[in-house]
């Protein structure tokens, strides 16, 4: 997503808790592409210090959100920036441009000429087992600098924060802020305006955590308190274009979908799974929450996509959150673990709306395959009967090639997917930077040193599912073949 600060008139709007990764634009398997030729812009005399006044107002900059982001989320940020900069311009221009450049995008994905090509049918949230690619990232930002080319650019999100100097490169962006999207986005803001000019912001080192890389880092910019954030102004946003799974008669069908984040973090361990908001929990108000999903639904929208990690894993928090949107006439998706629903009064989500709810199963041997979560296959075949008599629709996630999958392996998983009485989507498993899983194994893949480009962490994946007993594109495409799959239920939307 392309931004800048423009003279125009004011709208105050406000913004939604941020994911890393798109949810409402399911794609299938990507990869991240290799590194351009194209050098980054080097900044020049122009660039120093406060950069170049636009409109009189301050500095010129354009934000690039990785991957690119849906216009609510941008509008929301920007408009977030102009409220903690007191600046009305900044919010001006967060829902104006935004809402021109992703109409832009939609239009241009709808006739099926766009950077990031829709893919076939779809079967998982994107991004849950990798990161997205970065090649229509790129063009956003040669876009956006062809039209302002005094502007300062900054990209922000996981790619700068876990490898920021080759992003830096890939996309020819002046600056990578390192963090939370949202609280990353303010927090450059803040920085260029005071003077700073590092190409990594904020620009000091972090000590490693143990939970996620053992490697030094950037710092990231610290997290800004949930309260502080509004959401977007949604009638700007052509809502109807952001489309996901939504529930109908009890099957899965591709439908207008918002999305919703009502707690950011996730507290289990689990080594494979890439956690852009941390392991603490971070929950919102719950007057936040209502009035977004409102928002949403007087945008036109009837349906929206949990994006919490774990749906419930607060019993209290998600019990309130249920009892408040009861009557409200909203449908929603959710994700969460096969445990968390065994404790769970799941009836109470069906009566709040819940229609569908995404499991991780991954695979019946996932509590001996050393990636520390211990769900059994009982656990799982368990909370799917729950879901069911209860109403919920149960969908699952298959994770194809973790270490040491002994069903993986034997093919039993297959046997396994096709007895689930649930809709199942497919990942295999991708080896992401930002991971314990990733710092583990990707050493033995690049000659004994963590990947530096995202061409060697592209790479990296390559090798290791080559590496693996199976070959994992065939058993992949056996599990396509059940009835159950997902993408059997579900047609690509039409342009």
Known sequence: MVLTCKNSTTRQAATPSIKESIPLDRHGTTVVPAPTSRAPRQPGPHRSGR??????????LLLIFCCAEPALIAAGV??????WLSSPWVIAVAVLLAAAVVAVIVRRRTRGDACCPPGSAPTVPAGRDRLPELGCVRVAVERAVSRYPAARTVAVGPHGTHLPVSTRAELGVDHIAC???DSATVGAVRALLAGADASVLPGAAAPHNLLESPESRPRPFPNLRLEELAFPAYDLVPTADYTAEVISGGL??????GMVLAARGCTY???????????????QPLDRVVCEIEAQQAAGLEFVFFLDYVFGINRVFYSELCARLEGRGVGWVGQTRAEVVLKSDVAAWARAGCQGMWLGAESPAIADTGVHKRVSEAQIEEAVLKLRDAGITPFAFVLLGLPQDQACVSGRLVDWAAKLPAWFGINQLYLRPGTALYDELAPRYNGGVLPATWREVQEVTRRYRAAYPIDLDQQQQRLIELPNYLGNAIAPVAG
């Open 51 to 60: 950069g170049t006044t636009v409109a009189g107002i301050g500095a010129g």
């Open 252 to 257: 899965p069908l591709p439908g207008p979908c």
């Open 179 to 181: 963090g939370e999207a």
């Open 269 to 283: 361990g689990c080594t494979f799974c890439h956690l852009p908001f941390g392991t603490k929990m971070r929950n």
């Open 78 to 83: 920007r408009a977030g920036i102009g409220a």
